[in-house]
């Protein structure tokens, strides 16, 4: 939504970096660039006004003149101030002291009111509560039927005993205030702690729209009403929101279409324009692309700062205790990365949703948009079926997958022998990054090791030190029983077996090798 504001912001804020001092020419110049960016995406001018000028009095004064990096001392302000914009503070749901507590949808046709009642009873069910959605949109076709699929699909029982118009031609049946009302007196008979009530909406704005909201408002006193709003409609938003304030008095704002491709400018401009909070964000089509909004997180997704708190939510709602426990343990005792682990993880961040999304939130996403563009999500469900036609042996044991067992693989997943040579050579890659940094070696590469665990950085070995003679073999257990030997003083065994002395049964306890080494013993 916010790529091409983001990009503009983020192009102008590379000017500043590495100078010195900022002269009240470059202020000017990068105010200009602000404005423009905000301008040509769709936020309203009032706000763009406004916004530009605390900025630039910002900027020239003392706290960027006296600062050390003056250029990131601007981008804080810009940072700041769009989050002030966007209101400050996260802005949760008033519950109710005592009985239900009632929730109020309104807005145009076609902001996704119905879609985003499934949505938001989906979320309140994650957070521990039992909510109900009250069908008293009567008038568009078939909105009580799709809010009754919405509701199956997110899991949340829909109250709806009128089944209203079922045609572009049928006139109206029911009454949609008594049906709210209705509505609030099942919810509390049947103990459900919350009620979403959907209703009608328009084309555009007229008074019989305004009359019925009021009504419905007047019937179920509702404590939250929740302005649903589409985030591509651009400086019409303004308007729209005033008309509805100034109707039915909303007392929050959520944003639908977040993921579309359009400007974005209304996010910025209904929040300054009416004083209310925008609280909730729908970011897809799925019933879990729903989030709460937070000011201080758009604006550094907006600056290209990354979304990492958001990251870190999904996971912990997503991501199995159990198997992250049981992960850490074998990377603890610097057990071996198998297929086996591999397959696990993948499918712990398929729960988390998107991986374009996902990685959309990471600081510095705008240079690789193109990138990111490109993704195909369909690249996971390939490598996961090159994984699960290897067999359990082949999993735990890679270094077996020859050339036969390749092709056998690649034909059992429906891919070519290159992408299974690919998908090998990377985790190859993936288990001895893992090792080294489970030894405290750190990554090739770079200085230094982890802190805590000990170990040289992944180079060459400390100088003035010489390098311990090993065994050189390319058998792993060969190798294991060389360097045992030489640890003890020993000449290694001579050649006659692969594993050693002739005639000999292969002892694993007395080569001394590391945790799980003993499966590629195996046939």
Known sequence: MFNSLSDRLTATFKNLRGKGRLSEADVDATVREIRRALLEADVAVPVVREFTAIVKERALGAEVSEALNPGQQVVKIVNEELQNVLGGETRRINLAKTGPTVIMLAGLQGAGKTTLAGKLGKWLTDQGHKPVLVASDLQRPNA??????????????????????????????????????????????????????DTAGRLGIDQALMNQARDIRDAVDPDEVLFVIDAMIGQDAVNTAKAFDEGVDFTGVVLSKLDGDARGGAA?????????PIMFASTGEG????????????????????????????????????EAERMAKK????????????????????????????LAMMPGAAGMREQLENFDEREIDRVEAIVRSMTPHERVAPKIINGSRRARIAKGSGVSVSEVNQLMERFAQAQKMMKRLAQGKGVPGMPGGIPGMGGAGGGAAKKGKSKKKSSRSGNPAKRAQENAALASGQKPAAPGSAFGAQGKDLDAESLNLPKGFEKFLGK
Do not use: C, N
Not at 308 to 321: F, G, H
Not at 343 to 349: D, G
């Open 331 to 358: 990377f603890t005792d610097q057990e071996d990365f198998t297929f086996e682990d591999f397959l696990a993880q993948m499918q712990q961040l398929r729960k988390m949703g998107s991986m374009k999304k996902m």
């Open 268 to 276: 910025l401009s209904v929040r300054a324009v009416t004083g209310k």
């Open 144 to 197: 009580v039927t799709q809010l009754q699929v919405v509701g199956q699909r997110a899991g949340v029982p829909v109250f709806a005993p009128e089944p209203g118009a079922t045609s572009e031609f049928d006139d109206p049946t029911g009454d949609p205030v008594k049906v709210a009302r209705d509505g609030v007196d099942f919810a509390r008979s049947k103990l459900y702690d919350v009620v979403i009530v």
């Open 287 to 322: 019933v879990r692309d729903f989030e709460q909004f937070h000011p201080d997180r758009m604006a550094s997704r907006i600056l290209d700062m990354g979304d990492v708190l958001t990251l870190i939510e999904q996971a912990e709602r997503q991501w199995d205790k159990t």
